[in-house]
């Protein structure tokens, strides 16, 4: 079991390299609640229609892997990591 002081932290922001619809976003969004779930990941996401902002929080292997996993995705562009941090809890574990 994970203690509170090994939890960490990624905030960054990304572009889509096409449009992408309402329908599209939103299955993306269920994959990605599913997977995390089973991972031990929080956090949120959030598309204005033009930049995703995420936020991913747990282990730090398992956040590392999955960030650099987005990092690497050629559906995502102008990958910029805006904060990294140890946490002592989650932030966006309730929701």
């Not at 889509?16 to 031990?40: C, G, W, Y």
């Not at 229609?49 to 559906?75: N, Y």
Request: proline residues 4%; hydrophobic residues 40%.
């Amino acid at each position: 079991m994970q203690t509170e002081e090994m939890l960490h932290q990624i905030v960054y922001v990304s572009k889509p390299t096409r449009s992408m619809t309402l329908s599209e976003v939103r299955e993306l969004i269920i994959k990605a609640q599913i997977n995390n779930h089973f991972k031990d990941l929080t956090g949120i996401l959030l598309f204005d229609g033009d930049t995703f902002l995420q936020v991913l929080e747990g282990p730090k292997d398992t956040v590392m892997a999955l960030f650099e996993k987005i990092e690497r995705d050629p559906r995502h562009t102008q990958f910029t990591s805006l904060v990294e941090r140890t946490i002592p809890q989650r932030d966006f574990g309730n929701l």
